[in-house]
C-alpha cells in the first residue's frame, strides 16, 4: 500500500512537472534549453558562432534577450560561408551596421512559430504563406516533401535543417542560406 502511495506521488508529480526535458533540442553540439532565452542558447551552438558575432556587431543583443516572443530563422556558420568571401568581415564593421541589422531582422517574425503553426499557414495558404519579418520584409514559405523551406524577397531559398528550438522568449528554426531582403 505504502509503495502504491509513493508511486501514484510520483506520477502526479510528473504530470505537474514543467516539460524541459522533452523539449530540449541538440544545436551545433549544445543542449538548447526552453527555460534560456534565446541568445542565452545560441552563443552556446558552435554551429551559430558566425550568427552571435553579427547580432553582437549590430546591437541586437538586448532586443533578443528580451520578452518577445520571437521566431528566429538562425543560419548557420555554413550558411553564412555560402555569401561571397569577405561578405561578413564587410557586414560587422561599425559603418556597415544598418545593413547589418536590416539583414538579421529580416530573419525575425514576431510571434512564436513552431513549425506546425508554419504548416498549416501553407496549407491554409494553398501551398505558401507570406510572413512579414521584424524588418517589415516579407519572406514566403513553402512545403516541399514534408519539409519547410523559405524564399526571400531575391528568391534565394533556405531549407529549415533543425524545427522547433524552443526558447523561454520564443522559437528558433534553423536554416541553411542567409535570407536576403530586398
Same mark, same amino acid.
Given at each position: ?11 502526479? @508529480?510528473? @504530470? ?7 523539449? %530540449?533540442?541538440?544545436? /551545433? /553540439? ?35 534577450? /528580451? ?62 504563406? %507570406? ?6 520584409g516579407k519572406l514566403t514559405v ?18 529549415? %535543417? ?21
Amino acid at each position: 500500500m505504502k509503495k502504491l502511495i509513493i508511486s501514484a506521488f510520483a506520477l502526479v @508529480a510528473i @504530470a505537474f512537472a514543467p516539460n524541459t526535458f522533452a523539449q %530540449t533540442k541538440m544545436v /551545433g /553540439g549544445a543542449a538548447m534549453y526552453p527555460t534560456k532565452n534565446i541568445i542565452e542558447n545560441a552563443v552556446n551552438s558552435k554551429d551559430h558562432t558566425t550568427l552571435v558575432a553579427a547580432v553582437k556587431a549590430a546591437g541586437l543583443v538586448e532586443t533578443l534577450e /528580451g520578452p518577445g516572443p520571437f521566431t528566429v530563422f538562425a543560419p548557420t556558420n555554413e550558411a553564412f560561408d555560402k555569401l561571397p568571401a569577405g561578405t561578413v568581415d564587410f557586414l560587422v564593421k561599425p559603418e556597415n551596421k544598418a545593413t547589418l541589422t536590416k539583414i538579421l531582422t529580416y530573419h525575425v517574425v514576431a510571434g512564436r512559430l513552431s513549425a506546425a503553426d508554419l504548416m498549416a499557414k501553407v496549407k491554409m495558404g494553398g501551398g505558401s504563406a %507570406t510572413l512579414t519579418t521584424v524588418e517589415g520584409g516579407k519572406l514566403t514559405v513553402m512545403e516541399k516533401g514534408k519539409k519547410l523551406y523559405l524564399v526571400d524577397e531575391k528568391g534565394g531559398q533556405s531549407w529549415i %535543417t533543425i524545427a522547433d528550438v524552443f526558447q523561454s522568449n520564443g522559437v528558433i528554426h534553423v536554416v541553411n542560406t542567409v535570407l536576403m531582403p530586398n
